[in-house]
């Protein structure tokens, strides 16, 4: 399966260097099953890695100070030297890993030059996180390479860091997490206020998981999400002056936050509101996870959906017109937009006799409305990053 992925990156590396790599890398994507946007605000999330990945083929050149990574998908590449100070440039994608680097840069970490190409199967802008993927795919890869003993957890926050400081981007650990501690057929519990997490089995047997791609592109930063935290970071700042014993934004009550509305305004009290109860749905679908109650983590997908149009307001017409016509087919438990929002995917829960079927009604009908041919990917839960032997590829 990974093969068509890792061949083409290996041909690739091959006619640009002329050289075999020594190591080839899987960092995969995610989705998150529940709690969207609640990383950032002390709360719980269930996600988990899938098996769209982005493969990195790898050679240190111990010769040379010069690191030179090809986007094969883009056709773009870029080099630059590991003993100077890195800093933002033009090329996004590579902000992501000059962020990554730039934190590894000093005194005790002696890195040397490297040829990398990178190939990948997610989809980039529909929120499967194809960025902390790229992140925390090159973090692990200077670990492996150059010996620097850096945990999981720091992987996974280098990556989150990366996106802070040189892509703009404020956005939680629950994405970079994922791409680092995921494992098959398992969703995680992760606590964002301590990074304290737990696997759940994700037997969905007789269901299915279809991620229904809007095929609008989003950026965070063009979507709104930082404004989104800005509203949040507001709400917080009322509750605790009125609220200072309460320790966790996840502890606050709504009887709480409906005594400072007027105080903090009606932007911020609906951005909480769905954050306190999002939290909660998130601790209720973990329970239905493990309990084998799929048709209440389906209607606490849709729950959340709501939530997230009209309170969070990050959704869009296209995933709206998704998720409501979604939710009218028979065989469907659940539907909401996934990820930071303002297009990408929405992920539907559907009974597996009937999944056909919906993705047909559903692609024909957004084709009609919008005149857009509605992408599909139905996604299994895998491993976190990971080397690859290579022993069988040709």
Not at 154 to 170: N, P
Not at 377 to 389: A, H, L, M, P, R
Request: hydrophobic share 35%.
């Amino acid at each position: 399966m990974h093969e068509q992925l890792i061949n083409p990156t290996l041909q690739k590396f091959r006619t640009e260097f002329k050289e075999e790599p020594e190591h080839i890398f899987l960092s995969p994507g995610r989705i998150n099953i529940i709690g969207e946007h609640v990383d950032y605000s002390d709360g719980f999330v269930l996600p988990a890695a899938i098996d769209k990945y982005i493969c990195f083929a790898v050679r240190k050149l111990p010769q040379t100070n010069l690191c030179t990574i090809i986007a094969k998908d883009l056709g773009e590449e870029y080099t630059f030297d590991v003993t100077k100070e890195v800093k933002p440039v033009q090329q996004m994608w590579m902000n992501y890993i000059l962020g990554v680097f730039s934190q590894l840069q000093n005194s005790e970490n002696q890195f040397c030059g490297m040829e990398i190409v990178f190939s990948s199967t997610i989809p980039m802008g529909s929120g499967l996180s194809s960025s902390a993927a790229l992140e925390c795919g090159f973090a692990y890869i200077l670990n492996e390479l150059f010996y620097l003993h850096l945990t999981k957890k720091e992987i996974a926050v280098i990556g989150q860091k990366s996106e802070h400081t040189f892509a703009g981007v404020q956005c939680g650990i629950m994405d970079q997490f994922a791409s680092v501690f995921g494992k098959e057929d398992k969703v995680m519990m992760l606590d964002c206020h301590s990074l304290e997490h737990q696997y759940f089995d994700a037997e969905l047997k007789g269901y299915s998981l279809l991620l229904f791609d809007s095929c609008v592109k989003h950026t965070h930063l063009t979507s709104g999400y930082n404004e989104r935290r800005k509203d949040v970071e507001h709400g917080k700042k009322v509750l605790w002056k009125k609220f200072p014993e309460v320790e966790k934004f996840r502890d606050f009550t709504t009887t709480m936050l409906d005594s400072v509305k007027e105080e903090m305004g009606s932007v911020s009290y609906k951005r909480c509101l769905y954050l306190l109860n999002e939290i909660k749905r998130v601790e209720m679908a973990a329970k239905a996870i493990s309990e084998g109650n799929i048709e209440y983590l389906g209607r606490l997908l849709t729950e959340t959906h709501a939530g997230l149009s009209t309170e969070f307001e990050v959704s869009c017409d296209e995933l709206d017109f998704l998720v409501e016509h979604t939710l009218q087919q028979e065989g469907v438990l659940g539907a909401r937009m996934m990820g930071g929002g303002f297009g990408g995917c929405s992920i539907n829960l559907i009974k597996e006799n009937k999944a056909e079927e919906v993705m047909q009604a559903i692609s024909e009908k957004y084709f009609e409305h919008f005149n857009i041919q509605m992408k599909v990917y139905q996604v299994k839960i895998s491993d976190g990053i990971k080397e690859y032997n290579n022993e069988y590829i040709i």
